[in-house]
């Protein structure tokens, strides 16, 4: 399928992607732009490293000493960790993340979410490109800055091994990340670091829907499939994928 085809139906589609990139590129909470830059290489890697397939094959991914393929100077561990972001997430563990401490010391938890953040934005727009059988865009050029190091006031781990915002506790610069005391975990997962949140709504509005968009039941707001169509495909879609939240 042409691209321009697609852009003349849906082009906010690609405007959102164009927003991703421009946000991508520039100095994160955690992360700098290149290294953001870095983490979104690593993730387009994972569709061709044999050892992916290996490992997410195997009883145990700690069984086997397979070398990940490397793209980037990001430290091996936090390669292995976008690597397996991707393609073994659902064996994931608090260990695995502590590794990441040699290059984020004790903010490694919160420089995962980022990085999980990136990875899963990554993720969603190669594979629509890939499902249409459409080039891969170009990474855009990192620019230049430091990391902020924003954290939200408050913070809690007593839902999983991630901080994550309360969804009775959100501060007025968090106001926005969802309606009321809604936050479903899905978005609070990417609480620590509140613009990977933002970054990944801005996709899921025009890949899927809006948080409001979603009230609608029956008539997708700016769709042609109806609501029961679309959730139909993001039931397989999910099915396949052992998405299972």
Request: with cysteine; glycine share 4%; hydrophobic share 40%.
């Given at each position: 399928?042409?691209?321009?085809?697609?852009?003349?139906?849906?082009?906010?589609?690609?405007?959102?992607f164009?927003?991703?990139?421009e946000?991508?590129?520039?100095?994160?909470?955690?992360?700098?732009?290149?290294?953001?830059?870095?983490?979104?290489?690593?993730?387009?890697?994972?569709?061709?490293?044999?050892?992916?397939?290996?490992?997410?094959?195997?009883l145990?991914?700690?069984?086997?000493?397979?070398?990940?393929?490397?793209?980037?100077?990001?430290?091996?561990?936090?390669?292995?960790?976008i690597?397996?972001?991707?393609?073994?997430?659902?064996?994931?563990?608090?260990?695995?993340?502590?590794?990441?401490?040699?290059?984020?010391?004790?903010?490694?938890?919160?420089?995962?979410?980022?990085?999980?953040?990136?990875?899963?934005?990554?993720?969603?727009?190669?594979?629509?490109?890939?499902?249409?059988?459409?080039?891969?865009?170009?990474?855009?050029?990192?620019?230049?800055?430091?990391?902020?190091?924003?954290?939200?006031?408050h913070?809690?781990?007593?839902?999983?091994?991630?901080?994550?915002?309360?969804?009775?506790?959100?501060?007025?610069?968090?106001?926005?990340?969802?309606?009321?005391?809604?936050?479903?975990?899905?978005?609070?997962?990417?609480?620590?670091?509140?613009?990977?949140?933002?970054?990944?709504?801005?996709?899921?509005?025009?890949?899927?829907?809006?948080?409001?968009?979603?009230?609608?039941?029956?008539?997708?707001?700016?769709?042609?499939?109806?609501?029961?169509?679309?959730?139909?495909?993001?039931?397989?879609?999910?099915?396949?994928?052992?998405?299972?939240y």
């Amino acid at each position: 399928m042409k691209k321009s085809v697609i852009q003349r139906q849906r082009p906010d589609i690609f405007e959102s992607f164009d927003h991703f990139f421009e946000w991508l590129s520039a100095p994160g909470h955690w992360l700098s732009g290149a290294q953001r830059i870095d983490v979104a290489k690593a993730t387009r890697a994972v569709a061709d490293c044999p050892a992916c397939k290996t490992i997410s094959d195997a009883l145990s991914p700690k069984s086997l000493d397979h070398q990940h393929q490397r793209v980037t100077g990001l430290p091996a561990d936090v390669e292995v960790v976008i690597h397996r972001l991707i393609s073994d997430q659902t064996r994931l563990t608090s260990v695995d993340i502590s590794s990441l401490s040699d290059q984020f010391g004790a903010d490694s938890a919160y420089a995962y979410v980022e990085i999980l953040g990136v990875a899963v934005c990554q993720f969603s727009v190669d594979e629509f490109h890939r499902g249409l059988g459409l080039a891969l865009p170009e990474l855009p050029k990192p620019k230049e800055g430091r990391p902020d190091h924003y954290l939200p006031v408050h913070l809690e781990t007593d839902t999983a091994w991630v901080p994550m915002i309360p969804t009775d506790q959100v501060s007025p610069a968090e106001q926005d990340l969802w309606p009321g005391n809604r936050g479903a975990n899905v978005l609070r997962a990417l609480s620590a670091a509140p613009d990977t949140v933002r970054a990944w709504q801005h996709l899921s509005e025009t890949m899927y829907l809006s948080l409001q968009g979603m009230a609608e039941m029956i008539h997708a707001p700016n769709r042609i499939l109806s609501r029961m169509q679309m959730e139909l495909i993001a039931g397989r879609v999910s099915a396949l994928n052992q998405c299972l939240y």
